[in-house]
């Protein structure tokens, strides 16, 4: 059953990554070629947000968390920091159209998908390194094992 | 497969944007569906998915030779020997729920949530502690494991307070999302439930200990890496509590982590206790800049405040713990700050200006002096950008003193391996003896100095300390305070050189504070006969050291921030301090123009004439370059205060008031100009090592001052404008340093 559970579903990420436009181009052999940037122009989105510059990065775990099912996207940092507390309601207000756009539920499977993305809005992008964790050799044994005589204090 | 085909089209729509993780671990739900189904898929199946590791690990082999295969839920994997069920199954893809396991510490093997089934064996497993073995058959999601971990659940959930939506922990809590995931949907348990006696530790950390589950992992945290043995655990059975035994604080510089690492709300942080929600905060990924080290955090802010500073996996630099100083100094950032342009009128007080008539004041000085009077000093907190601004201001005006503090007034900044940490941060584990010369590590770089104690604990290496008096948390000889002792050791007259000489990967570790001493020459001088006497340098092993101090020393050396003349501010008319507040300027003259551009009215403000806000770490983008020369980006959180702007910007802006306009007006031109000078500095989240050896410079004949080396940080909690603005810190430095 888990099995055909994810049969269903890697078949459904292979015609996600062929069909879905926010992920993917347009494949290559199409009548149209998309020139960087032009997604955004034709969208309307007014001209100082298609030159913006974004960061691309892959979210850390979050140090307070084991779990790992956030791990492993992508996202766009839009660098927005035009936000200031309204002095009617205390809320916070901003000035950027993307202000929160980065943060919510904007995310890609992969690198690449992020990186076409932003080329597709005329973004100038940087693609930050992802660390990733070290998997190294543990056991229950170390705990017990023999480190030589307890060093006394001091010298 | 038909039918599989067909239902794939109904649900693709339905799980289009869902995350592609959510599948992958299928959480059975209903033990009586599934059992028939999973027993029979045990083999492994033609088609199953290519699995990732869990977060993108990888894998260390110590010996390639030395692999197994084990499955898990029927995909094969290839692990090093010895690994644990549990490695094998995150390498597997498989992440399975544990709660007293951490990578980074100890195994403790006593929550019991891990368990999981393994073919042949009559009962579940505790994945962590059992060694995985040849050709194992690992099951995560049968009924067994499903039931194993919902009685385990049950059992936790007994004594667990129904706290949760007064607890700061909701939202990124294991135990929360553990239960969802695993738990039953009630409890079997109608006693009352336990409570605990709150323990004080401290300015940092809020306990709630009804809360607590008992995995130890604050215990082993404490014992193995922040290297205080406070915290224990007494009583047993359900009178089992942790705490200090006696009323104590815990006095670590890494305590803030025990929060982190805390799997329930029972240890949270004190300064962010009933603050915000974390799913209200923004996290931005960014550097710390108030040491050295530049470890990677995130920055949560809501809205246009910082709310708390978490820590950020770098296996390289601070794997993923931060110092205290790190995670609370950001209530600093909104205190004290300078929000608009001020100058000093007649009557001593300052007046807000706009920026246009602060910079042309500003220019109309700096042209009334003459080119040899300018100087310009970089403060410890700024970053490569605007230290390239400044330094091609001051030429472009005729002068060449500028500098960056705490680089002392004669820096050598010619050979890269002279001011950088050779070794790596990381790669200090694999040394098996330490010489720290007139450096602190634990108060200097908290960072370096987990990795010295982690070293020392995984090969017991043998560590050497010359330098005034100080608190180690490992095994230290105190060997001595003054450059006399390295004189010794360099000419073999003290056994400490038999242990750097026989060493197979010998450390030397020289502080920053040394740079300020008159005959800092001669004691890199000396360093160095030891280094090449002991053999600390060799083409596959590079152990001589210099442990910064300031997260602009590395890139202002790398930039050639070095003054021209060693004793300038004694006739310098017009002195530009860019967040510089430790230069001493008792020999200034009276008569000097002091600008100050900074973002906190600290100590530098005291006698400035003009003030010109700036943005701080957590409101910019700027370049930093860490100890080991790995150049590193910050990103702003927050917005700025006020009409603060960004420091490259500001003298950017002056340059061209003053008629001397800089060649670039954005940030990617002027880090083009920073490739001309110092390309390491572009070359982003990778370490740079250096070139050329010791071996080119030229002889030393300074003589050696037998005085004692001076402690360079006086109070750990207090280092820099913006700890030095922030209550939490001030805080601790009442409360942990006894001052
Ligand atoms: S206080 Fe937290 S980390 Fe420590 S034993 Fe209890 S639950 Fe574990
Ligand atoms: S994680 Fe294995 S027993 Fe706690």
Redesign the pocket.
């Known amino acids: 059953m888990a099995h055909a559970l994810q049969r269903i579903w890697n078949h459904g990420r292979a015609m996600r990554a062929t069909v879905c436009p926010l992920s993917r181009p347009f494949s290559s052999d199409a009548l149209v070629q998309l020139q960087p940037g032009e997604i955004g122009k034709v969208s309307g989105i007014p001209e100082e947000h298609l030159r913006r510059r974004v960061v691309i990065y892959s979210p850390a775990r979050t140090a307070t968390q084991q779990g790992s099912g956030k791990l492993g996207k992508w996202k766009i940092n839009f660098m927005s920091t035009q936000k200031w507390e309204n002095p009617l309601m205390g809320w916070t207000s901003t000035g950027d159209p993307y202000a929160n756009v980065g943060d919510a539920g904007f995310n890609f499977d992969s690198e690449v998908a992020a990186k076409e993305f932003a080329e597709r809005h005329g973004w100038e992008y940087v693609v930050k390194k992802h660390n990733t964790p070290l998997l190294k050799v543990k056991s229950y044994a170390e705990n017990f094992k023999w480190k030589g005589l307890p060093k006394t204090d001091g010298n | 497969m038909g039918l599989g085909l067909i239902a794939s089209r109904a649900i693709r729509p339905v799980n289009f944007f869902s995350s592609s993780r959510f599948l992958l671990r299928t959480i059975v739900s209903k033990p009586e569906l599934q059992s028939s189904a999973a027993a029979a898929d045990a083999s492994p199946e033609p088609d199953l998915p290519p699995r990732t590791p869990v977060g993108g690990a990888r894998v260390h082999f110590t010996n390639p030779e030395d692999a197994i295969e084990v499955f898990v839920d029927g995909y094969p994997v290839k692990i090093p020997k010895g690994m644990t069920v549990l490695q094998a199954c995150e390498v597997a893809g498989v992440d399975i729920p544990r709660f007293c396991y951490h990578s980074r510490l100890s195994i403790a093997g006593n929550c019991r949530m891990c368990l999981v089934e393994v073919e042949k064996s009559p009962k579940p497993v505790a994945s962590c502690a059992m060694p995985a073995l040849p050709g194992m058959k690992i099951k995560t999601d049968t009924p067994v494991a499903k039931k194993a971990r919902e009685g385990v659940m049950e059992f936790l959930l007994m004594n667990h307070p129904l706290d949760c939506p007064i607890c700061d922990q909701g939202g990124e809590c294991d135990l929360q999302d553990q239960s969802m995931a695993f738990g039953s949907d009630r409890g079997r348990f109608t006693e009352m439930k336990r409570s605990v006696v709150d323990k004080n530790l401290g300015p940092l950390v809020k306990t709630v200990m009804t809360r ?8 082993r945290f404490a014992s193995e890496v922040a290297g205080v043995q406070d915290l224990g655990i007494l009583g047993r059975g359900s009178g089992e509590e ?1 705490g200090t035994y006696v009323e104590k604080l815990m006095t670590s510089e890494l305590s803030g982590n ?1 929060i982190d ?4 709300g ?2 949270t942080s004190k300064p962010f206790a009933f603050k915000a929600r974390n799913w209200e905060l923004k996290g931005t990924e960014t550097i710390d800049v108030t040491d050295a080290v530049g470890s990677n955090i995130r920055i949560d802010s809501r809205g246009p405040e910082v709310m708390r500073i978490l820590p950020r996996l770098n296996e390289d630099i601070n794997e993923e713990w931060i110092s205290d100083k790190t995670r609370f100094c950001y209530d600093g950032l909104k205190r004290q700050r300078l929000n608009d342009p001020m100058i000093r009128g007649a009557d001593g007080r300052f007046k807000v200006v706009s920026w246009r008539d602060a910079l042309a004041i500003v220019a109309e000085v700096a042209h009334q002096v003459k080119p040899e009077e300018i100087i310009g000093i970089a403060g410890k907190l700024s970053d490569a950008e605007s230290m390239m601004a400044l330094k091609d201001f001051l030429n472009r005006m005729g002068s060449n003193n500028v500098w960056c503090e705490g680089t002392g007034t004669q820096p050598n900044a010619d050979l890269r391996s002279g001011y950088i940490m050779n070794t790596s941060i990381s790669g200090l584990e694999k040394a098996d003896v330490f010489l720290l010369v007139g450096t602190q590590p634990r108060v200097e770089a908290v960072m370096v100095n987990a990795r010295i104690h982690k070293t020392v604990r995984a090969n017991n290496a043998k560590v050497g300390y010359i330098g005034p008096e100080t608190d180690f948390n490992y095994d230290c000889q105190h060997l001595g305070t003054g450059p006399n002792t390295l004189k010794e050791i360099a000419e073999g007259r003290h056994p400490f050189f038999s242990a750097i000489s026989n060493a197979k990967n010998p450390v030397i570790i020289v502080g920053a504070g040394v740079f300020e001493r008159e005959d800092k020459d001669a004691i890199f001088s000396v360093v160095e006969t030891i280094a090449k006497k002991g053999n600390v340098v060799r083409p596959d092993w590079n152990g001589l050291n210099v442990l910064l101090l300031n997260a602009a020393q590395a890139a202002a050396l790398d930039l050639g921030l070095v003054p021209e003349s060693s004793n300038s501010i004694d006739s310098a008319k017009f002195v530009y301090l860019m967040g510089a507040d430790e230069v001493n300027l008792d020999k200034l003259p009276d008569d000097a123009f002091i600008v100050y551009q900074g973002h906190h009215g600290d100590r530098g403000v005291y006698r400035a004439n003009v003030i010109l806000p700036a943005s701080a770490f957590s409101e910019k983008e700027g370049t930093y370059e860490n100890t080991e020369g790995c150049a590193q980006q910050t990103l702003p959180a927050v917005p700025t205060v006020g009409d603060a702007r960004d420091d490259w910007k500001t003298i950017r802006a002056l340059s061209e008031v003053a008629g001397m306009r800089l060649p670039y007006d954005t940030l990617g031109g002027i880090r083009s100009r920073m490739r001309m000078v110092a390309p390491n500095l572009l070359q982003v989240d990778e370490r740079e090592p250096a070139t050329f050896g010791h071996s080119l410079k030229p002889e030393v004949t300074q003589k050696l001052n037998p005085a004692r080396f001076k402690s360079a940080v006086e109070n750990f909690y207090m280092t820099d404008a913006i700890t030095r603005a922030s209550k939490i810190m001030a805080q601790c430095s009442a409360s942990l340093l006894k001052k």
């Open positions: 607590c589950i008992q995995c130890t992992r604050c215990v942790i025990v690492i805390c799997p329930v029972a240890l």
